[in-house]
C-alpha cells in the first residue's frame, strides 16, 4: 500500500473527503495551472502597489532583506505543504490536517478563519475593481462595474474547476509578463541602455546604499517584514487545489519548487529595479513606484497600463477567493463539520450550493464595506492577512506531528514521493519565521488591531466548535 493510501485509511475524516472527492470534484488542474495559481495568489497590488512604501520605510537594502526573509518563509512552508499534499491530496487540505494533526476544533477553526479572509477579500476586490473602471470611464457608477465583475468571476467557477483554473492561468500570466517587461526595461535603464529622466549617466546601483545601508535605522525592517509576510499570501493555494489535481505526488512538487524561484526572482528582482532608479525618498509616496519608473523613463500611458495590471491582480485574486472559500465550505461538509448540503456538486464537479453561499458572503462582505466598514469590514480585512500566517503555523506544526507519527509507526519516510529536505530544521524554521510575524503584530501599533481582531474571532470559532460538539454529544446521549 502506498503512503498516501495508508494515511486516508487511518482516519474517517480522511475517508469521507477521499470518497467524496471520486464522487464529486474532478482532478482537473495540470501543472502549468498550479503555477500560475501559486504565483497569481501571491502577485498582487501588494507588489505594484504597497511595494514603495516598504522602500520608503525600511530603505532599498532593508527592503530586499525583508523580502528575501518572507521568501524564505514562503519556500519552507510550502515544503511542509508539498510533503502533506502529496501524501493527503484532500481538497481544503490544509483544515483537515489540522483536524487531524493539531484537533479537531483547531482543523474548524482554520477552516472558518481562511474563509473569512476570502470572504472579505472577495468585498474589497470588488469595490476596487469598480472604483478602477470609474478612472476610464468617470461618468458611470462603480457599483455597475463592479456587478459585471462580480457575474464574470462567479460564471468562471460556475462552470467548471478548469475554467476557473484557465482564467487565472491567463491573469497571472498578464501579471508575470508586466514584472518581466518591467525588470527588463529597468535593468536596461540602470545600464544606461535606456535614458531616464533625472540622470545624464547611467544610474547603476548607487541609489541602493547612497545614504547609508539602513537609512532609517534597522527597525523599520522589523515592522515591515510582517508587511512583507502577507504580501507572500497566496502560496498556500496549492493545499486547496490538492484534491482537484491530476497527478498530485507530481505536479505539487514541481509547482513548489518552480514558484519559489520564480517569486525570489519577480519580487527581489523589481524591488532592485525600482530601489536603483527612484530615490527612496520619493518611493510610493504618491503613487505605484511601476508608474514612477515608466513615467521616468517615458513610456507612453503608463498610469493607464499600471491600471490595466493593477485590475487584472485584483480579478485574479477575486477569481481565486471565490475557489478558495467555495472549497473550504465544501471540504468542512465533507468533514461533516457543517451540514452536508454543501457536499453537492454538478456534473462537471462544482459544488454549486457551497459556490452560492461563498458569494453570498462576498457581497455581505462588499455590502459591509459602506454599511459597516468601522467594525465588520475592517475587521475581515484587516485580519485576512493574519489568517494566512496562522495557516502556515499550522502547516509547520502539522508536517512535524506527521513525521513523528511516522517514526512511532515504524514507517520508512522514503515510503513518501516527496520529502521536506532538511527535517526537522524546516518546519522548525518555518515555524519560527511564522510565530515572528505573529508577533511583529502585537508589537507594532499600526498592526495590532487586526490581531485583536483576530484573537476575537478565533475564540469565537473555538467556542462555536465546543457548543456543536456539546449539543451532539447531548444528541447521541
Not at 95 to 100: E, F, N, Q
Amino acid at each position: 500500500m502506498t503512503s498516501a493510501a495508508k494515511t486516508e485509511t487511518q482516519s474517517e475524516p480522511a475517508a469521507h473527503a477521499a470518497s467524496g472527492e471520486r464522487a464529486g470534484l474532478q482532478r482537473k488542474m495540470e501543472t502549468r495551472h498550479l503555477m500560475m495559481i501559486a504565483l497569481g495568489g501571491v502577485i498582487g497590488t501588494g507588489l505594484f502597489l504597497s511595494s514603495g512604501y516598504t522602500i520608503h520605510q525600511a530603505g532599498p537594502i532593508g527592503t530586499i532583506l525583508a523580502y528575501a526573509v518572507g521568501a524564505l518563509n514562503v519556500y519552507m512552508v510550502m515544503l511542509c505543504l508539498g510533503e502533506l499534499a502529496t501524501a493527503m491530496p484532500q481538497t481544503g487540505s490544509f483544515h483537515v490536517y489540522a483536524g487531524r494533526f493539531i484537533g479537531p476544533g483547531t482543523g474548524f477553526t482554520v477552516a472558518i478563519i481562511y474563509f473569512l479572509a476570502w470572504m472579505g477579500a472577495l468585498g474589497s476586490e470588488f469595490t476596487a475593481s469598480g472604483l478602477i473602471m470609474q478612472k476610464w470611464f468617470p461618468g458611470t457608477p462603480a457599483w455597475a462595474w463592479s456587478a459585471l465583475f462580480i457575474v464574470l468571476i462567479f460564471t468562471l467557477n460556475a462552470l467548471s474547476v478548469r475554467s476557473f483554473a484557465e482564467a487565472e492561468f491567463w491573469f497571472a500570466g498578464i501579471k508575470v509578463v508586466s514584472i518581466i517587461a518591467f525588470i527588463a526595461i529597468g535593468l536596461l535603464a540602470i545600464v544606461g541602455v535606456i535614458p531616464i529622466a533625472g540622470y545624464s549617466h547611467a544610474p547603476g546601483l548607487t541609489n541602493l546604499v547612497k545614504d547609508g545601508v539602513f537609512p532609517n535605522g534597522f527597525a523599520p525592517v522589523f515592522s515591515t517584514m510582517s508587511t512583507v509576510a502577507f504580501a507572500f499570501s497566496g502560496t498556500e493555494l496549492l493545499g486547496v487545489t490538492a484534491g482537484e489535481t491530476k497527478d498530485p505526488g507530481e505536479n505539487i512538487p514541481k509547482a513548489i519548487h518552480t514558484t519559489f524561484w520564480r517569486l525570489a526572482i519577480f519580487f527581489i528582482g523589481s524591488i532592485v529595479v525600482m530601489s536603483a532608479l527612484i530615490p527612496w525618498q520619493d518611493a510610493g509616496v504618491d503613487k505605484s513606484p511601476f508608474v514612477l519608473v515608466f513615467d521616468a523613463i517615458g513610456l507612453p500611458f503608463a498610469g493607464d497600463i499600471m491600471n490595466f495590471v493593477v485590475l487584472t491582480a485584483i480579478l485574479s485574486a477575486a477569481n481565486s477567493g471565490l475557489y478558495a472559500s467555495t472549497r473550504m465550505l465544501w471540504s468542512l461538509s465533507n468533514e461533516r463539520m457543517i451540514p452536508r448540503i454543501f457536499v453537492r456538486t454538478t456534473k462537471h464537479g462544482v459544488p454549486l450550493i457551497a459556490l452560492c453561499t461563498a458569494m453570498i458572503g462576498g457581497l455581505l462582505a462588499l455590502l459591509s464595506s459602506v454599511t459597516a466598514a468601522s467594525v465588520i469590514y475592517l475587521a475581515l480585512v484587516s485580519s485576512a492577512g493574519l489568517a494566512i500566517v496562522i495557516v502556515w503555523v499550522v502547516l509547520a506544526v502539522c508536517e512535524i506531528r506527521f513525521r513523528l507519527e511516522m517514526k512511532r509507526e515504524g514507517r520508512d519516510v522514503n515510503e513518501l514521493s516527496f520529502r521536506t529536505p532538511a527535517w526537522p530544521i524546516v518546519p522548525i524554521v518555518a515555524l519560527f519565521l511564522s510565530v515572528g510575524t505573529i508577533v511583529l503584530s502585537a508589537v507594532y501599533e499600526s498592526m495590532r488591531p487586526s490581531l485583536i481582531y483576530m484573537l476575537v474571532i478565533i475564540a469565537i470559532c473555538y467556542a462555536v466548535y465546543g457548543v456543536k460538539t456539546f449539543i451532539a454529544r447531548r444528541r447521541n446521549a
